[in-house]
């Protein structure tokens, strides 16, 4: 106990003097304020034995740099180049870490910087940007406040090989209270890709290999169903009166099916992109829930009715994966499926899990606290009413929005044919899977009754 | 194994059905998207987000998008109802409302991440706020068109209508109080740099120190010059040096020299007026270098090389009457500027323009209040990717967004409301 006294009375200590300190530094420490919004913007291009990183980002984001004035709040453009230079490496290179084959590069050489009016459009371009940072500069009697300006640097990282494996880890949230990277890869061969980051993303590959990919989306995918309360309660609504895995099996296998299905049609823009469609998911999501719970009420269900209604909410459930997906596919590099199926399974390692919980604890409480029947009901009940009020909630959202019918124009009749087309696909598949599963059942059955020749 | 196959059959049929009929829409739809095309707008309903501390906006009366694509507005809350600043009284009368700063800034998503503007020491802060322009190095112009104490008005210089006469658009020379004869430039934080013209110093339309009520600014990265619409009470364009405010040159209608003589009420069907009605209201440049002008009494832009040089005009709803239909112009974004979208206060309306012909491609909005309606469209600006951007006046006082959807072909020369029907990708 005294120790943690003199440690609480060193921590007051502390703080008084670092309060006494801030208090006593000079106001031109303060002089700048960390600006609400700031874009950054970059390109990254290996080339050779150079990996080129070209970055514009405004000078009012270099809060505690002083940059030179011909008068106040004027910039002085014959004297800022050195100062351009610091806020170049303290605010730019320092901040975005890159890696060569997960070895960070370090010591870039400053190509070159220059000051660009917030008016100049050459970042739209590697070649105007790059004609730009080494192009002529701003005339030095220009009048322009200096933070209404932006910072233009080339760097030029020494590599291995432009072939090599690129990431990036841009820590550059301090640049704002919200930084936006607006960041583009230019490997050899001409594509480009881009991405759009906010604050810190962490590490991101920018050209993945496959099992890269693959691993951050497996662990997108594991991480979803965990956070999503929604997709565990239907998850959870789906098991309480099937507790064997054996049972399980076809219930949760077409559950994944349905929701890959559509999932894979979002992320190929097959989806419909009306503003009403997600909140009419996040709304049908709540109603299958409500539905599942009532039919654990209600009692009846069986394995052969719930895969089907499985499969049914599984579409919608899937599109409700997609949406969190959208922002998320650009670190999918050239790998797309491969990401998708990644997420997938990433799901289902989730859902696994969440099986494997919930079984042994329901066995347990039915059991010992409460009678089977009565438990699945209070359990339903209770997510019936918690998801009664999302769907109320989710529809009053819903109303908000005004369904029209889209123009009669060719264009959006022949997708409305290619729909047409996956639904008789889907339609022919599912009742093909329906009278396999009839027909197994029934030889099931005749297998059981007839007798066995030992026993004639 | 029969009803497999006859299933299996049907499927087959109905796909290949289907495919056939894709495929020849997919040629028709080329067929369509080859005809008449223009750029599509979808409004934005959720733009801007609520302002903080029961701010409500006035009259807005000008937009202007930056090169970071910030959203900058100015309004006049000397335009709010009593009962619009009961919460600023002290003590508050009611929890709603009190006025918002006049200059606001925007993020894209609709944040309010900036505000700022009123009377301070150096500058005459107008009487009655009037456009706003972000120029190509940040800063913000304004203009104003507030009169001040207002004498009596002579009987020749009486509105021409009771629209006139409500909306106080039509000055005419005389002795009527003319306070705000200046433009002023402010940084982005509001920091004053520079005013052109003094409050009521303005000797009219070939007074070359003052300004007369003027409506809106144009910096021209080029030269480093403002052009300013001037205005409601002078009846000419005049160009200064940005930075130090050097008097350039001036010119009226067809390029003549402007005079103040009244010339009387609008009359559609009368030959087109020989100078410019009050106010002109916009002077733009396009990347070819043309200024274009908004003669807005006289429902038409004028079209002028820089110099003052006129080369052609076009008229626009030429019945309209009252305040007119030429109220403020946007370019569109693609290189070589191919539309001009005219906001028509008058109408209500949106006009997709193409800049070679100047002919009305197709319209949108509608009068009302309800997001992609207008009451009083004033203004018009756009960001880089081709959104718009606009603000209302009289009692619409609200600025909205329009998002651009593409170009699609025109179906319709009057498409009403643009409310959204797809979510952007």
Known sequence: MPTQKISTLRVFGAAAIMAALLLSSPLSTFAHTIPNDVTLQAFVKPSGAHLYLLVRVPLKAMSDMEFPEREPGSLDLARVDPTLREGATRYVSDAIELYENDIRLLNPQIVDTRVALESDRSFTSYEDALAHVTGPRLPDDTSVAWDQTLLDVLFDYPIHSDKSNFAIHPQVAGLGLRVVTVLRFLPPGGAIRAFEFVDDPGLVRLDPRWYQAAARFVDMGFLHILDGTDHLLFLFCLIIPFRRFRELIPVVTSFTVAHSITLLASAYNLGPSALWFPPLIEMLIALSIVYMALENIVGGATVHRRWIIAFGFGLVHGFGFSFALRQTLQFAGTHLLTSLLSFNLGVELGQLLILALLIPVLDLLFRYVVAERMGTIILSAMVAHTAWHWMIDRWSVLRRYQFEWPALQAAPLATALRWMMLLVILAGLAWFLWGEMRHRALRGAAGKAAPSPRNV | ?425
């Open chain 2, 1 to 425: 194994m029969n009803r497999k196959l006859y299933v299996g059959a049907v499927v087959l049929v109905l796909l290949a059905a289907l495919g056939i009929a894709a495929s020849l829409l997919d040629k028709k739809a080329a067929v369509e998207a080859a005809a008449v095309q223009a750029p599509r707008f979808e409004v934005d309903p959720m733009w801007p987000k609520p302002l903080p501390n029961h701010w409500i906006l006035g009259e807005t009366i000008g937009v202007s998008v930056d090169g970071q694509d910030h959203i900058w507005i100015i309004h006049r809350a000397g335009s709010l109802e009593a009962n619009e600043r009961a919460g600023a009284a002290n003590p508050p009368n009611a929890q709603c409302c009190a006025p918002a700063p006049p200059i606001l800034e925007f993020d894209e998503a609709g944040n309010l991440i900036g505000h700022w503007g009123g009377p301070g020491q150096g500058y005459d802060w107008p009487d009655s706020n009037h456009g706003i322009t972000v120029d190509y190095k940040g800063n913000v112009w304004i203009g104003g068109n507030g009169r001040g104490a207002q004498p009596a008005r002579p009987a020749a210089a009486a509105p021409a209508s009771a629209a006139d006469a409500q909306n106080s658009e039509n000055v005419s020379s005389g002795t009527a109080s003319y306070n705000d004869n200046m433009i002023l430039k402010f940084t982005q934080n509001g920091k004053f740099l520079m005013q052109i013209g003094k409050p009521n110093h303005s000797k009219g339309s070939n007074d070359v120190e003052n300004l007369r009520l003027p409506a809106k600014t144009f910096i021209d990265k080029q030269t480093n010059e403002v052009y300013v619409a001037d205005g409601y009470g002078n009846h000419r364009v005049i160009v200064f040096d940005a930075d130090t405010g050097q008097y350039k040159r001036h010119w009226g209608a067809y390029g003549h020299k402007p005079d103040d003589a009244n010339l009387g009420p609008y009359d559609p069907n009368a030959p087109p007026a020989q100078q410019f009605r009050n106010p002109v209201h916009c002077a733009e440049i396009s990347v070819d270098r043309f200024l274009y002008v908004c003669d807005r009494i006289n429902d038409r832009i004028q079209v002028f090389k820089p110099d003052g040089t006129f080369i052609k005009e076009a008229f626009f709803n030429k019945a309209t009457k009252g305040s007119g239909s030429v109220w403020d112009i946007a370019f569109s974004k693609d290189p070589q500027q191919k539309y001009i979208f005219l906001a028509d206060g008058m109408n209500d309306r949106v006009h997709i323009i193409d800049r070679n012909s100047l002919e009305i491609v197709t319209s949108f909005g509608e009068g009302g209040r309800q997001p992609g309606e207008f009451y009083g469209v004033h203004s018009i600006s756009i960001d880089s990717k081709g959104n718009l951007f606009t603000t209302e006046t009289w009692r619409g006082q609200r600025v909205q967004k329009f998002v651009y959807k593409g170009m699609a072909p025109v179906t319709t020369k009057d498409q009403g409301v643009v409310w959204p029907k797809a979510a952007a990708k």
